[in-house]
């Protein structure tokens, strides 16, 4: 059976180690090469440092320390996020983004268990687990946790 062009949306996801975590419709996002990270003394742990991009100073958000509770090993892929509701923010990850085609209706989102609060729900699709990502309530607990 062939599935119509509107009943499909195109979606991209980015990778932690293997977890492969699904951005958001409304969150833009733009793959960042050669920026050099600078530390910052006394930082919270999710924090990698600062990029300069544009004139501009980005927290780097170190997602393999927020996910995984320990740091990339690699030099990680750099994406530069715009979420609607708060300031564009970077966040470390494993390659490129990558595009993928889901269908609009019939998704199968279910409940995943340990997850982090801002992972609401996984979906599995062509036998992988998709985390189905709130950055949103990511950044919130980022801004409620500057201190620690």
């Excluded at 009943?7 to 180690?17: H, P, T």
């Excluded at 470390?92 to 340990?114: A, F, H, S």
């Excluded at 699709?125 to 990502?133: C, D, I, K, R, S």
Aim: proline share 8%.
């Amino acid at each position: 059976m062939q599935t119509s062009s509107e009943s499909v949306a195109s979606r991209f996801y980015y990778l932690i180690n293997t977890h492969a975590i699904l951005l958001e419709t409304d969150v833009r996002a733009e793959v960042l090469s050669g920026q050099a990270i600078c530390p910052l003394p006394f930082a919270p742990t999710w924090c990698a440092g600062l990029i300069s991009l544009r004139g501009e100073l980005y927290p780097v958000v170190n997602m393999h320390q927020v996910l995984q509770g320990q740091s990339f090993t690699n030099t990680p892929q750099l994406l530069l996020i715009q979420h609607p509701r708060f300031s564009p923010i970077i966040l470390t990850c494993d390659g490129y983004p990558r595009q993928l085609k889901l269908p609009t209706q019939d998704l199968e989102l279910q409940v995943g268990e340990n997850l982090p609060s801002w992972i609401p729900h996984i979906l599995p699709h062509n036998n992988n687990t998709l985390l189905v990502a709130d950055h949103g309530r990511l950044l919130r607990h980022l801004q409620r946790t500057q201190g620690s």
